[in-house]
């Protein structure tokens, strides 16, 4: 019989199939692989492993587990930090449910994300962009652009609120130079929120934009080239070569951001203290006054602890789908 080249192949592959599955049964082990002893040397330096390890384990119990373990304690309790806490079941979940407030505090603080990490993150790539290429002054530019961040809040805060002010504030002054008369930025419902949006993202557009800085000098030049080299444009090479080069910076910037502005409270106790209205009133600075203005520690507790499972879920869909995303780039 005369086989084709085809049928050869076939043949020689499972012929060197069954040898590898030979090879491998002979050389795996029959019973129980034989229990290695540790060595004097190795105990001692297992000891010596876990002793530079307990300081860390130690602050980490007394700092976080035990605090977090106390924290989900107090909502199951009713406790004004005079009088011992005295066990109330599920009432502070109940109490959080039917509790207007917390769900317009809740909406003030997704209002705030949504609009201030998008837009940061991205005037963040583009300004980090904009840095990277090799211009005269770039370092000075650098530094300026990334110094509001190191600044304290409390002070960029004071700052801003004379800006917005609307008598004297820099703000509408400029603005009626051009013959528009500016709104009541801070007193204003409707407009104290973007207000803050618009300083919160100058004050911490420095430190995204030192990650995609970062990260766009890790993107190899070769990509560039053979881009140029097939004709793509300059937005092409950015759609199809720099996001993603940085899409791992990305992700750690949504990530971070989203965390961060979720638990926004510096900007808005000093520029608007809540108001007007509880129109900038935020999820982290409800518990403040919940717990230290009006001493429910118990519902104090019980908001961070809803506010804490709500980031946690949010921070696994935004990982989900990054790994996903992933896999399908990579496939």
Sequence with gaps: MTLTRETKGQTGHRLRRRRMARSHDSAT????????????AGRKEAVA????????????????????????????TKWN??????????QNYRDMVS?????????????????????????????????????????????VYFLPYVTLTVAIAIVWSWIYNPDLGLLN????????????????????????????NWKGIGYP?????????GVPEEYYESARLDGASWLQQIRHVTVPGVAPATFYVVVISFIGAMQGFDQFYVMTQGGP?????????????????????????????????LIAVVTALIWRSQARSAALTAN
Excluded: E, H
């Design 29 to 40: 082990p029959v019973g129980p692989s034989p229990r290695r002893r540790m060595t004097r």
């Design 49 to 76: 492993g876990y002793a530079f390890l307990l300081p860390n384990f130690l602050g980490f119990l007394a700092f976080s587990l035990i605090p977090i373990g106390f924290c989900i304690w107090l909502t199951f």
């Design 81 to 90: 930090l005079v009088l011992p806490p005295q066990a109330n079941g599920l």
């Design 99 to 143: 509790d207007r407030l917390f769900w317009k505090t809740l909406w003030n603080s997704v209002y705030y994300t949504v609009g201030a990490v998008p837009a940061g993150i991205f005037i963040a790539f583009w300004l980090a962009l904009l840095l990277n290429r090799g211009m005269r002054g770039v370092r000075i530019f650098r530094t």
């Design 173 to 200: 002054f400029l603005l009626g130079k051009i013959g528009i008369n500016g709104p009541a930025w801070l007193q204003d419902p409707n407009w104290a929120m973007p207000a803050i949006i618009i300083m919160s």
């Design 209 to 217: 934009m030192l990650i995609f800085l970062a990260a766009l000098q």
């Design 277 to 309: 209205a509880y129109a900038t009133t935020t999820i982290v600075m409800y518990i403040y006054q919940q717990g230290f203005q009006w001493f429910n520690m118990g519902y104090a507790a019980t908001l961070a602890v809803a506010l804490f499972f």
